[in-house]
Structures are given as structure tokens and as C-alpha cells.
């Protein structure tokens, strides 16, 4: 099993800035990769940075040059620093672990924390 913890949403001042960590736990090996995804009421789920194993960051347009993910491999822990906030950023934002299984790719994900940009 994998457990996902979030910790570090919470409420903001557009402008501001906030910091989300996700710790990962139990049976995660081998990764693929880890980010974080975000829903907004009454939308889809939506991918907002992933870093792979090799250190690959990948940003939705949306997030370019204000959010950077970051990881810290030793402790499993993977890190998105959200700069420059906007009220279209509030969701619930997703932290999600890819890991192989076998030959698939199975993605599990945090409980989610509440991020709100007020403006």
C-alpha cells in the first residue's frame, strides 16, 4: 500500500504565496513520478506540475513560472511552491505518486488539501 500525506494548503491573499508537501509512504517503489493536480468546484481534475524519477518538472501553462515543484528523494517527499497566486488557483489541490506495477502504471493519490486565493 502507498499513503500520500498533504500538508501546507490553506487560505491566501492574491499575490501571496503558499507551500505544499506531500510525504509518501509504504510499498512506492519503483516511481515513475510525482505532482500534484488540482480541482476547482464544478471542474475536472487538473494536473498542475509532475517531476519524475530523473528529475524531468513538467508544468500546466496556467502555473508556468510562478509554481516550481521540487523533491526531496531521501525522504520521499515531493514539494510544489506556489508563488505569485491568483483566485483561479483555489481548488483542492491532489498530491499523486506513479508507480510500476508490473508493466502498468498505477497512480494513487492524497486525501487533497484546500487552497483559496481570495482576492
Known amino acids: 500500500q502507498v499513503q500520500l500525506v498533504e500538508s501546507g494548503g490553506g487560505l491566501v491573499q492574491a499575490g501571496g504565496s503558499l507551500r505544499l508537501s506531500c510525504a509518501a509512504s509504504g510499498s512506492i517503489g519503483p516511481i515513475v513520478s510525482m505532482g500534484w493536480y488540482r480541482q476547482a468546484p464544478g471542474k475536472e481534475r487538473e494536473r498542475v506540475a509532475t517531476?519524475?524519477?530523473?528529475?524531468?518538472?513538467n508544468y500546466a501553462d496556467s502555473v508556468k513560472g510562478r509554481f516550481t515543484i521540487s523533491r526531496d528523494s531521501a525522504k520521499n517527499t515531493v514539494y510544489v511552491q506556489m508563488n505569485s497566486l491568483k483566485p483561479e488557483d483555489t481548488g483542492v489541490y491532489y498530491c499523486?505518486?506513479?508507480?510500476?506495477?508490473?508493466?502498468?502504471?498505477?497512480?494513487?493519490w492524497g486525501q487533497g488539501t484546500q487552497v483559496t486565493v481570495s482576492s
Open positions: 517531476i519524475t524519477v530523473a528529475g524531468t518538472t
Open positions: 499523486n505518486l506513479k508507480k510500476m506495477i508490473l508493466l502498468l502504471v498505477a497512480d494513487y
